[in-house]
């Protein structure tokens, strides 16, 4: 059976250290390797007839240990997890540190954890940022200037929310972030019909700068993701079947409404969301 040792880590962030008996090895790679036989196609052999000697010889082992560490991790991660009592935020990073034939192996995954969040007293913060109109002058008649009020928007609120809480997260987490949206415009620049080196011309920007705006981008995003879920939790800020029924109720689409209701998880945390920018606005 697989065993865990867990590591700290700065920010947020773990490493759950799996060792994996050869045995458990062993048995996963003679039961990929039974399959595998099944369907090789040997010359010489009709197809799935080959002993599993000669097909071992033939196949990249390589291959067949991918296999075998797609078959042993899951399950020795998820315990582990379940032991040690970790709720990563997003999938972990997996490294194979150590994978000698004939000896245990030696798994290192990295985790983020949830961020810790500090709301110090965001209320009046927020409250201060409602109350900061901005006087902005509009255009009068003859050498007469009238001012009008300018009230923050929920933007402004959040902003304020965002340069005030205390939020730290794991780098795993930011770089998640950072890939999703690198992929995101990559994938719409294709579409386009350029070259994602045309892309950055165009901007007059290199990859490394991308990448430098998109981890801010990344962070202030995050942090008020973050930061409204620990406002929810605080404030008790809940969900009901009947939220979620009156949302899809709303919508025509009968595509759009089956999406929905397969989705309710997402769309609950959608509406949590909402309602915790309602208090915010109404504060």
Known sequence: MATSDVKQLPKQTAQII??????????????????????????GFRKGKAPKKIVEEKVDKAKLYEEVVKDVV?????????????IPVISPKIELT???????????TTIALRPKVDLKDYKDKVRQAKKAD??????????????EEKKPSLDDILKALSEYVEV?????????????????????TK?????????????????GQLKAEYQQQAHKSL?????????????NITVSPKDIEEVISKVEDPKEKERLTKDSYYLAHLIRQQKTLDFLANL
């Open 223 to 235: 942090s008020i993701e973050f930061a409204l879920a620990t406002i929810a939790d605080t404030e």
């Open 18 to 43: 799996l060792t994996i008996p050869w045995s458990e090895i062993s048995l996963s790679y003679e039961k990929i390797l039974e399959t595998v036989t099944k369907t090789a196609e040997i010359d």
């Open 98 to 108: 150590s994978a000698k034939q004939g000896e245990d192996w030696i798994i290192t």
């Open 74 to 86: 899951p399950k020795a991660y998820t315990d582990a997890l379940k032991e040690h009592k970790l």
């Open 134 to 147: 901005t006087k902005i002058w509009v255009p009068g008649s003859g050498d007469e200037k009238k001012s």
């Open 168 to 188: 730290e997260m794991s780098d795993l987490l930011v770089d998640n972030e950072v890939n999703r949206l690198l992929a995101d415009t990559f994938d719409q």
């Open 191 to 207: 579409k386009l019909g350029l070259s994602v080196e045309q892309y950055l011309s165009a901007k007059n920007k290199t990859i």
